[in-house]
């Protein structure tokens, strides 16, 4: 008898027809005597909305009000789907993530898992249950309910197929694996067969929203094999494993864009040792990642400064400027710029460590497409370039079709 994760995102359970199709694909698993242990996400949409709520009684919420609020959203989905399964006859019950044993740390809106102790979903599933947890969520060892970051039920089902020594783990998505860029963005991207983990962590880091970049994290560390596929239909899926000699030779992977980037630029920022840590230690202080930095070369003789740029999610730009306002006496720097209107194209492939000229065919690519570049970063396995929103897409188009048609 083996022991499945299936994990559902919100697309998947968007309505009740959509809860019952779930329901049967569980069935079919079911049926050849797994035991079934089911993730799921809110249904579409759900979050979203709460989260426009909230904001509109409060622009900044309490994050720990904002954990309790969001986690009502898998809290319904698991319930119904308990009930959808109920309904045809298999015996089925839900759990929150607190009651699956899954225990963070207390950083509200981007947990971590410290540790699981499932000690209810064996009992569950011994009894002869579909034993449903509900995705995003876990608490505090003090009782605190916590999210694990947007996307999370992904961290969720990876984390539990780790802890329950799953035998398989597959994501259900709306569409049918990882694809080469995101096909609703550039209709010729494809579907890959297999991804390595760091590639994957690299597209999903990067915007490649189909997993959540600190789930492949997590798979990667423990490793946990696990298939992307689609709930929709049985076409095979993606298989995202460790790497193997053979994926060396594809140069490049894939590509992603990421949207909900924001860039800001501290402009007149003393040229003196210690401006950045103190800079960056603040941010860091207040739970704000930091991505790509650029720090352009001194002016002024002299009181000689450098403007100091750096991206970051957008849903942090409005607390990063609070933070900076707040140390511009301190640190005596002139402005702080924000500019939402951004977005970051990356390319990513393992060939790359071993090709050259990759990043001048990206910069031929964009400089033909009219677009300019406003960072740039590269890494062993991945080429990313801040680039101005409105020509973004086309970008994303002309980049993938120049690697990867
Ligand atoms: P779920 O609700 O199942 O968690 P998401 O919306 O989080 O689903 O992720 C699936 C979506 O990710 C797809 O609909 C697709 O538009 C998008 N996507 C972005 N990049 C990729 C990619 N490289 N391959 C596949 N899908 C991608
Ligand atoms: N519902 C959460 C979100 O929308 C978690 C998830 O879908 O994985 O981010
Ligand atoms: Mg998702």
Same mark, same amino acid.
Request: with cysteine.
């Given at each position: 008898m083996a022991l499945i994760v299936q994990k559902f995102g919100g697309s998947s359970v968007a309505d009740i027809d959509r809860i019952r199709n779930v329901a049967n694909r569980v069935v079919e698993y079911r049926h050849r005597g797994d035991q079934v242990v089911v993730v799921v996400s809110a249904m579409k949409g759900v979050t979203d909305n709460l989260i426009d709520m909230a904001k509109s009684l409060m622009p900044v919420p309490s994050e720990r009000e904002m954990d309790m609020l969001l986690a009502t959203g898998e809290q319904t989905t698991i319930a119904l789907l308990a009930i959808a399964l109920q309904s045809m006859d298999i015996p089925a019950a839900s759990l929150t993530g607190a009651q699956a044993g899954i225990v963070t740390d207390g /950083?509200?809106?981007k947990a971590k898992i410290r540790?699981?102790? +499932?000690k209810k979903i064996h009992a569950l599933l011994d009894a002869g249950n579909v034993t449903i947890v509900a995705g995003f969520q876990g608490e505090t060892s003090e009782g605190h309910i916590t999210t694990l970051g947007r996307g999370g039920s992904d961290l969720t089902a990876i984390a539990l197929a780790s802890a329950l020594k799953a035998d398989l783990c597959q994501i259900f998505t709306d569409v049918d694996g990882v694809y080469t860029c995101d096909p609703r963005l550039v209709p010729t991207a494809k579907k890959l067969e297999e991804v390595s983990y760091d590639e994957m962590l690299e597209l999903a880091s990067l915007g490649a929203r189909v997993m959540q970049s600190r789930s492949v994290e997590f798979a990667k560390k423990f490793g946990v094999i696990f298939e992307v596929r689609s709930s929709l239909n049985d076409n095979p899926g993606t298989l995202v494993k460790e790497e193997t000699q053979s994926m060396e030779d594809v140069v490049i992977r894939g590509v992603s864009l990421d949207k909900n980037q924001a860039k800001v630029t501290l402009i007149g /920022? +003393?040229?003196? +040792?210690g401006m950045a840590a103190r800079v960056f230690q603040q941010l860091a202080g207040s739970a704000i990642n930091v991505d790509m930095i650029v720090q352009n070369v001194s002016h002024g003789t002299d009181t000689p400064s450098t403007d100091l740029s750096f991206t970051l999610d957008k849903p942090d730009m409005a607390k990063a400027q609070n933070v900076l306002e707040g140390m511009r006496g301190e640190i005596g720097f002139a402005d702080v710029l924000a500019d939402e209107n951004i977005g970051k194209l990356s390319i990513v492939g393992v060939g790359m460590r071993s090709h050259s000229g990759i990043a001048a065919k990206v910069f031929e690519v964009l400089a033909a497409a009219g677009v300019n570049i406003q960072m740039i970063s590269t890494s062993e396995i991945k080429i990313s370039v801040v680039i101005a929103i409105e020509k973004a897409e086309e970008a994303t188009r002309a980049v993938h079709d120049a690697f990867l048609s």
């Amino acid at each position: 008898m083996a022991l499945i994760v299936q994990k559902f995102g919100g697309s998947s359970v968007a309505d009740i027809d959509r809860i019952r199709n779930v329901a049967n694909r569980v069935v079919e698993y079911r049926h050849r005597g797994d035991q079934v242990v089911v993730v799921v996400s809110a249904m579409k949409g759900v979050t979203d909305n709460l989260i426009d709520m909230a904001k509109s009684l409060m622009p900044v919420p309490s994050e720990r009000e904002m954990d309790m609020l969001l986690a009502t959203g898998e809290q319904t989905t698991i319930a119904l789907l308990a009930i959808a399964l109920q309904s045809m006859d298999i015996p089925a019950a839900s759990l929150t993530g607190a009651q699956a044993g899954i225990v963070t740390d207390g /950083v509200h809106s981007k947990a971590k898992i410290r540790n699981i102790t +499932p000690k209810k979903i064996h009992a569950l599933l011994d009894a002869g249950n579909v034993t449903i947890v509900a995705g995003f969520q876990g608490e505090t060892s003090e009782g605190h309910i916590t999210t694990l970051g947007r996307g999370g039920s992904d961290l969720t089902a990876i984390a539990l197929a780790s802890a329950l020594k799953a035998d398989l783990c597959q994501i259900f998505t709306d569409v049918d694996g990882v694809y080469t860029c995101d096909p609703r963005l550039v209709p010729t991207a494809k579907k890959l067969e297999e991804v390595s983990y760091d590639e994957m962590l690299e597209l999903a880091s990067l915007g490649a929203r189909v997993m959540q970049s600190r789930s492949v994290e997590f798979a990667k560390k423990f490793g946990v094999i696990f298939e992307v596929r689609s709930s929709l239909n049985d076409n095979p899926g993606t298989l995202v494993k460790e790497e193997t000699q053979s994926m060396e030779d594809v140069v490049i992977r894939g590509v992603s864009l990421d949207k909900n980037q924001a860039k800001v630029t501290l402009i007149g /920022v +003393p040229d003196e +040792p210690g401006m950045a840590a103190r800079v960056f230690q603040q941010l860091a202080g207040s739970a704000i990642n930091v991505d790509m930095i650029v720090q352009n070369v001194s002016h002024g003789t002299d009181t000689p400064s450098t403007d100091l740029s750096f991206t970051l999610d957008k849903p942090d730009m409005a607390k990063a400027q609070n933070v900076l306002e707040g140390m511009r006496g301190e640190i005596g720097f002139a402005d702080v710029l924000a500019d939402e209107n951004i977005g970051k194209l990356s390319i990513v492939g393992v060939g790359m460590r071993s090709h050259s000229g990759i990043a001048a065919k990206v910069f031929e690519v964009l400089a033909a497409a009219g677009v300019n570049i406003q960072m740039i970063s590269t890494s062993e396995i991945k080429i990313s370039v801040v680039i101005a929103i409105e020509k973004a897409e086309e970008a994303t188009r002309a980049v993938h079709d120049a690697f990867l048609s």
